[in-house]
């Protein structure tokens, strides 16, 4: 008994020495199960909180299906049930359940997406503490973002060169208010580009945030693939 709890002690104490890339799921065979059918395919991408599996039979899957998912890896056999949040010529998206994050491990706490939109800054917290409010806010396009972060570009200001903080709201089909913290700025030709660590002003509002990530993921996966494809065509193959 003591030898086994020493070695849960060490596991507990150490849980990432047996942690894997989510990578090493990359190009394996995926076998895909739902209700009275089975199809196997291969992953081909795990980024954020989707995995993108090849399928012949795509077609037959509905979204917000029910799904069991096989992976044959380098690193074992890896079972877990999710949903189909998307499909698409040749393939389709799952959504990774909660227990895959426990199960790998990802280099970026929250995967990043390029996304376009406006964003508004109704507020400003400079280096010293002073918070002052906008009458008129200033505008800024959205670069790309994550359930932790975005990134916003816009012209010098004066007002921005002191600031640590800001509040602003970001449309992105609909308005989404948050403070933004700076980690990073960086001047290019005309613009500056902004880097900043974002919490939501409304802990409700992460779920539509979090969807517009996914459906953002879905499209550029969808330009990939289509690119691929024109390349393949191009190639002759």
Do not use: W
Request: hydrophobic share 40%; aromatic share 6%; charged share 30%.
């Amino acid at each position: 008994m003591g030898q086994e709890e020493a070695n849960n002690r060490r596991a507990a104490l150490a849980p990432d020495r047996d942690a894997i890339s989510l990578k090493t799921l990359l190009h394996c065979r995926t076998v895909v199960e739902k209700q009275n059918f089975v199809s196997t395919g291969i992953m081909t991408r795990a980024e954020g909180e989707l995995f993108e599996i090849e399928l012949n039979e795509f077609e037959l899957f509905e979204l917000g299906e029910s799904v069991k998912l096989t992976v044959y890896s380098p690193a074992g056999i890896q079972s877990f049930h999710s949903i189909v949040f998307a499909k698409y010529d040749g393939a389709i998206a799952i959504i990774q359940p909660p227990a895959v994050s426990q199960r790998f491990q990802e280099k970026r706490e929250f995967f990043r997406v390029e996304a376009s939109g406006e964003a508004q800054i109704i507020r400003l917290v400079r280096d010293d503490g002073e918070v002052r409010t906008l009458s008129t806010p200033l505008e800024a396009k959205l670069r790309d973002i994550s359930l932790g972060g975005v990134g916003l570009v816009m012209p010098p200001h004066e007002e921005m060169k002191q600031v640590s903080r800001i509040g602003a709201v970001l449309h992105l089909g609909f308005p989404f208010a948050c403070d933004l913290e700076v980690v990073r700025r960086e001047r290019l030709l005309d613009e500056i580009h902004y880097g900043f660590r974002m919490k939501a002003v409304d802990t409700e509002m992460l779920r539509p945030l979090r969807a517009f990530i996914l459906r953002n993921q879905v499209e550029l996966n969808i330009q990939a693939r289509s690119a691929e494809g024109r390349k393949r065509g191009a190639n002759g193959k």
